[in-house]
């Protein structure tokens, strides 16, 4: 059945109709009654938002690429559509063929952010499907899941049938077509499911129980029986040249988050951020060479006619042969137009030169994260840089003629004192004051100076050193946040924060277990829904769902101990055990840890346990040995 | 080398706004291996102007957009070049080469007709006896609605030009576009509602269609591609 066609004249009486229609150049609309398998991707958000996914993108024109396969697209409703919907009592529908996610073998959702998690059960509901993989039917699509939080994943994971674990692009195919196989031999779901598990990366929640210790902690995770896998490890690419990489994007009509081109130039970051998940979960960093960028982005540029190529990666300014890949870039594509532009800055003046070649004529805007107040602290987070590292950074920035600077900083990080947010305050004012100063004694004609400050909360991670630590309690959280606003409240400065209380429900479920599953129902069946968007966020529905459902909030607030079973202990992203846990002492201790990939290796024994050529990923195999 | 398009916009992008459909050309010209003129300055942008905005969920058969190149090339090649690289829902009809100094579009295009499915509020009604009164009229006040500004009262009658039934309840309307008098579909809609006793239901934009785009000169509707219409005819 074509949904879309059914309501399609309705759409003039929902918000932003041009989310649903599809028609995009470079769609792929493959012949529904002569392809096998049908899979429809499902991105938990707004279709602006799904659009400017990287992954997703990928995974949509890989599996295009099979000749059995034949892949859609869906995004979220936003609340008047799935107002329409229900009305007419229609699904969500795919944007090639119209038709709803039913009608379809695989539904396949990117797990993306935590906040979107409400939207998932949308979804599932219009289509009339159910929640938990236990109670749906053999006539049911299997339901995947994928995608940058599967870190933890629990307190999601019953939702689902199979989960993959890490980078799916060469796994992807063989389990769907795998799968398709096992349906058509007749097998029942359970047994199929019971079939995948075997496939590396593969997780099938059902198949894993999960016992309680009377205080309300893990005691135990254990596999239905012996044949099972114990721990389900994480799956990488290891050689980002050899990877896929679609080349004729989809290009939306509606203006998205990113509208431009996008090339992955690297994937992976050492340089170790004690708070960041992605600082180990896409470990370790894989360059893409440059003769490769420069051929991709020759054949993205031409098949979607954008005008901007952004070169993105954890950490742009660290690929080996940034500056020369920048300078090939800007001399092959100034006649056309073209302009690059950079997904991340260092703090530090080379990243000011390269961005002054990407930006020479508009100076839209530069963002530098020193991310902590106080050296002292930045040590802590191992965040490399000194407090002179940033005034020389942002005084090359002024000097270049930029009159706009964001900062980013994070509030309620272990070990945070007043100095440290004193310390905010003062680099801050002192950026202030050095763009003053600079602009005055300059011959460029320079915009009065702006310091955009932006704030957000520290939320301790899965599978990061601090996974053990305190989230900060609400309370405290609010009178830091009013320190800072009271003192940065001046001509000059713009202040923008995170909403305390959606810090704090992130918090919950980055460490969560399954045991949220069902308070995300009940919030669900209350109204929850984009979660994530400020003006739809409520609050105190979460707090009598959680109330209702007898889940205490501040048991996934606290700090656990160092021997507590974690609810993703069964996940296995290729760490070292032992290495967590030292970086966590020397944090507390103010201990530095260089970055891996030009020094010694530190010991996370990603390489070694996820097999990585060490030749392929551009790393020393000598320094490794050491 | 400047060109005149008359393009289509169908079913399938109707829902895209005009600044959509613009930024949704641009890309299409830069797909193709067409040398495009671009502006000099900061920020500089491909030299493109479009026809008269079509309103979001409406259909348009006849609108039009001007372009400059950097090198001439054959209007035929142009036009495959183009078509071969649009999305689904956009489609050129026709292009012609026009002189430099053209006057934009914007500024000659005065007329607009438009298509509505009429729907009725009762049966058995004189559909003919209604729009010939309708045309008749000398005072067709409505309210207008504007966005962030006082809603007005004005007198739309002397902008409603021709107006016919084309069968049953295909009614067709030539009205006033541009700087210099405009009268939207809806305005049409809610002015005959009202001069009527509220026979026709209220419409949704889906329900309308731009036929086309036109300058009217002594009663006469020519289509901006039109030579009689243009200062100077390039071959
Ligand atoms: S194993 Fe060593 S070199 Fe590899 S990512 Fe971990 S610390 Fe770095």
């Known amino acids: 059945m074509n949904v879309k066609e059914l309501i399609y004249d309705e759409l003039i009486n929902v918000s932003k109709p041009e989310r649903y229609i599809g028609n995009e150049y470079n769609i792929i609309k493959k012949n529904w009654k002569e392809i096998a398998i049908k899979v429809l991707t499902v991105f938990p958000d707004v279709y602006e938002i799904g659009m400017s996914h990287l992954g997703l993108k990928i995974i949509y024109h890989l599996l295009n690429e099979e000749s059995n396969i034949l892949c859609e697209r869906a995004y979220s409703p936003w609340p008047d559509m799935e107002r329409l919907l229900r009305k007419k009592d229609l699904p969500i529908f795919s944007l090639e063929s119209g038709r709803g996610p039913k009608e379809f073998d695989i539904l396949a959702f990117t797990l993306q952010y935590e906040m979107s998690y409400t939207n998932l059960l949308t979804i599932l509901n219009l289509a009339g499907i159910e929640f938990y993989s236990k109670d749906r039917s053999e006539t049911d699509p299997l339901v995947i899941g994928g995608g940058s939080i599967v870190s933890n994943v629990e307190p999601v994971a019953p939702f689902f049938d199979l989960i993959f674990i890490g980078e799916a692009e060469n796994d992807l195919v063989n389990i769907i077509n795998m799968y398709y196989n096992l349906k058509n031999s007749g097998l029942k779901k359970d047994k199929i499911l019971l079939k995948l598990s075997s496939l590396p990366g593969v997780y099938i929640p059902t198949l894993y129980n999960i016992k309680y210790n009377e205080n309300g902690t893990i005691e135990s995770i254990k596999p239905d029986n012996e044949k099972i896998k114990s721990n389900i490890k994480r799956q990488v690419v290891s050689d980002l040249n050899e990877a896929y990489f679609p080349k004729k994007f989809l290009v939306p009509h509606m203006e998205t988050v990113h509208d431009r081109a996008t090339i992955e130039i690297s994937r992976g970051c050492t340089k170790g951020c004690r708070f960041c998940s992605a600082g180990i979960t896409y470990r370790p960093t894989r360059e893409r060479k440059k003769e490769k960028i420069l051929k991709l982005a020759d054949q993205i540029l031409k098949n979607t006619g954008y005008d901007e190529l952004s070169l993105t990666s954890l950490s742009t300014?660290?690929?080996?042969?940034?500056?020369?890949?920048?300078?090939?870039?800007?001399?092959?594509?100034?006649?056309?137009?073209?302009?690059?532009?950079?997904?991340?800055?260092?703090?530090?003046?080379?990243?000011?030169?390269?961005?002054?070649?990407?930006?020479?004529?508009?100076?839209?805007?530069?963002?530098?994260?020193?991310?902590?107040?106080?050296?002292?602290?930045?040590?802590?987070?191992?965040?490399?840089?000194?407090?002179?590292?940033?005034?020389?950074?942002?005084?090359?920035?002024?000097?270049?003629?930029?009159?706009?600077?964001?900062?980013?900083?994070?509030?309620?990080?272990?070990?945070?004192?007043?100095?440290?947010?004193?310390?905010?305050i003062e680099m801050v004012n002192n950026v202030l004051k050095l763009g003053k100063k600079i602009r005055k004694s300059s011959n460029k004609k320079m915009k009065p100076i702006w310091i955009n400050v932006s704030i957000s909360t520290f939320i301790p991670k899965a599978n990061t050193p601090f996974q053990w630590e305190t989230m900060i309690d609400r309370k405290e959280l609010k009178k830091r946040l009013n320190y800072l606003r009271k003192n940065l409240n001046k001509k000059g400065i713009n202040f923008s924060w995170n909403d305390e209380d959606l810090s704090l429900l992130e918090s919950i479920f980055s460490r969560g277990d399954r045991r949220l599953s069902k308070v995300i129902v009940n919030a669900w069946n209350k109204g929850a829904r984009f979660d994530g968007w400020g003006d739809h966020f409520d609050y105190n529905l979460w707090l009598k769902a959680f109330h209702e459902e007898?889940?205490?909030?501040?048991?996934?607030?606290?700090?656990?101990?160092?021997?507590?079973?974690?609810?993703?202990?069964?996940?296995?992203?290729?760490?070292?055990?032992?290495?967590?846990?030292?970086?966590?002492?020397?944090a507390l201790s103010y201990e530095t840890t260089d970055e891996c990939r030009f020094n010694r290796c530190q010991g996370c024994n990603i390489c070694y346990n996820l097999e990585f050529d060490l030749n392929v990923i551009g790393n020393d195999y000598n320094v490794h040995k050491s | 080398m400047f060109i005149r398009a008359e393009y289509k916009k169908l079913d399938q992008l109707k829902y895209i706004s005009h600044l959509e459909l613009m930024s949704t050309f641009r890309s299409t010209f830069r797909r193709t291996n067409i040398a495009l003129k671009y502006s000099q300055?900061?920020?500089?942008?491909?030299?493109?102007?479009?026809?008269?905005?079509?309103?979001?969920?409406?259909?348009?058969?006849?609108?039009?957009?001007?372009?400059?190149?950097?090198?001439?090339?054959?209007?035929?090649?142009?036009?495959?070049?183009?078509?071969t690289k649009l999305p689904n829902g956009l489609f050129v009809n026709d292009i012609i080469e026009i002189s430099d100094n053209e006057k934009s579009l914007q500024a000659v295009v005065n007329t607009a007709k438009y298509q509505f499915r009429i729907r009725f509020n009762k049966k058995h009604i004189d559909k003919s006896k209604i729009i010939n009164n309708f045309i008749k009229t000398k005072d067709l006040t409505i309210t207008r609605y504007r966005r962030n500004k006082d809603n007005r009262k004005i007198n739309i009658a002397s902008m409603i030009h021709t107006g016919k039934i084309i069968?049953?309840?295909?009614?067709?309307?030539?009205?006033?576009?541009?700087?210099?008098?405009?009268?939207?579909?809806?305005?049409?809609?809610?002015?005959?509602?009202?001069?009527?006793?509220?026979?026709?239901?209220?419409?949704?934009?889906?329900?309308?269609?731009?036929l086309g785009l036109y300058v009217k000169r002594k009663d006469k509707l020519y289509k901006p591609t039109n030579s009689k219409v243009l200062k100077k005819e390039v071959k």
């Open chain 2, 41 to 83: 300055g900061f920020n500089p942008h491909i030299i493109f102007a479009m026809s008269q905005p079509l309103p979001v969920g409406m259909i348009g058969y006849e609108e039009y957009f001007d372009l400059e190149l950097k090198q001439r090339l054959s209007l035929k090649e142009i036009k495959t070049q183009i078509n």
């Open chain 1, 317 to 424: 300014v660290d690929h080996t042969e940034i500056d020369s890949l920048v300078k090939e870039l800007i001399n092959r594509y100034q006649e056309d137009k073209i302009s690059i532009s950079l997904s991340s800055l260092r703090v530090d003046k080379f990243s000011v030169k390269l961005a002054n070649e990407v930006q020479k004529i508009r100076k839209t805007g530069l963002t530098f994260a020193p991310e902590a107040g106080t050296d002292r602290l930045r040590k802590v987070i191992n965040k490399g840089i000194s407090e002179d590292d940033l005034y020389e950074a942002v005084k090359a920035a002024f000097t270049e003629g930029w009159s706009t600077i964001k900062l980013y900083f994070m509030i309620g990080l272990p070990t945070e004192k007043k100095e440290d947010l004193n310390g905010i």
């Open chain 2, 167 to 210: 069968e049953g309840n295909i009614w067709e309307f030539t009205v006033s576009t541009g700087s210099s008098g405009n009268v939207r579909p809806q305005e049409v809609i809610r002015a005959l509602n009202h001069y009527t006793n509220n026979i026709i239901k209220k419409l949704s934009l889906t329900d309308i269609k731009r």
């Open chain 1, 550 to 586: 007898e889940v205490r909030i501040d048991y996934y607030l606290r700090d656990r101990s160092l021997e507590e079973l974690l609810p993703w202990q069964h996940i296995d992203m290729g760490l070292n055990n032992e290495f967590l846990k030292n970086e966590l002492n020397k």
